[in-house]
């Protein structure tokens, strides 16, 4: 289905303040397959860069949203799947210059930094925020579930050549998962690997929304806030502001009119509702802590309900 929205936001982030995102890629093209990823498992896995989006259409929509939304804080590429999969992010960038002062930063898994080509759009950027989830090969493939030909040393060694190459800053992120890398053997080895990258900041996250598996587990706020000791620079504990309250405007009625006819995952949801699926993720949560609707697994994938009738 052709993407009808590629600007989403401005919406609230601890690190990033009011953040304006950009989706540059369909639902859900990734090299990894992450067991904690919010929008579920990915759909085809792969490293091929390509003009997924128009950028000219994403200039256009974004200087149209920049009209009429509050300034934001950052303008952020990510989305619905690996933001330097599109070929286009270089030349992006350089058009956001050009209608907007706005910072802009770029959330990625790192798994392409060390390509010369992402490498030359990535570093026109202001912040890049690549994640390291594991501390060896063994977690890794544990835990980020990469596609075949890849390996954790690359991930690591790209991320450190850019590191070297950007003007800019970078900021770790490291999803800290209960029974997975919580422990002090786990942690000091992701730590020490951090301390070979040398970002300018480390944000420790875990699994507050609901994962793509049941293994991804959270960890509580005191454990993180034990954990970010070990790190140098010291780590900053990351939990995204909940959502207070969901309004009862078209996007919940979107959600809810597909859900009564069948269970969704994230992905569906979007499809039907029109809605980008990073945007159908902080719906379904606010919606699910007021338990309007209910989460289900089935063959071991999250897909979301309407809840029983009777029981609203």
């Known amino acids: 289905m052709e993407k009808k929205s590629y600007v989403y936001g401005p919406v609230p982030s601890r690190r990033l303040g009011f953040s304006l995102g950009i989706d540059l890629i369909p639902y859900k093209l990734c090299p990894l397959d992450c067991i904690y990823c919010q929008l579920g498992r990915t759909t085809r896995l792969t490293t091929r860069r390509a003009p997924y989006v128009p950028v000219r259409d994403v200039l256009a929509e974004l200087e149209a949203t920049l009209r009429t939304v509050p300034p934001p804080d950052f303008i952020t590429l990510s989305g619905s799947g690996e933001p330097t999969l599109h070929s286009g992010i270089g030349p992006l960038i350089d058009g956001i210059r050009k209608i907007s002062r706005v910072p802009v930063a770029v ?39 990469p596609m075949a030909g890849l390996s954790f040393q690359s991930l690591v060694e790209g991320i450190r050549l850019f590191r ?55 960890v509580s706020f005191q454990e993180l806030e ?62 699910m802590r007021e338990n309007r609707i209910r989460r289900i697994l089935k063959s071991g994938r999250p897909y979301y309900a309407a809840p029983p009738e009777g029981t609203l």
């Open 107 to 145: 959330l990625t898994n790192g798994v392409l930094l060390g390509e010369k080509d992402v490498q030359t759009g990535c570093l026109k950027a202001d912040v890049v925020i690549p994640s390291l989830d594991a501390g060896d090969e063994e977690g890794y493939f544990r835990v980020n579930r």
């Open 164 to 218: 070297g190459l950007f003007q800019g800053e970078i900021w770790l992120e490291v999803m800290i998962l209960a029974g997975l890398t919580d422990s002090d053997v786990e942690v000091g080895k992701i730590a020490s690997r951090a301390r070979e990258i040398g970002p300018h900041k480390i944000h420790l996250n875990t699994a507050v929304r609901p994962p793509a598996e049941e293994s991804a587990r959270a």
């Open 226 to 287: 034990r954990i970010a000791a070990v790190f140098q620079p010291r780590a900053e504990v990351i939990f995204e502001p909940p959502v207070e309250k969901v309004s009862p405007g078209i996007t919940m009625d979107k959600v809810l009119t597909a859900l009564e006819r069948r269970p969704c995952t994230i992905q569906d949801i979007a499809l039907v509702s029109g809605i980008s699926p990073v945007e159908v993720v902080k719906i379904v949560e606010g919606m």
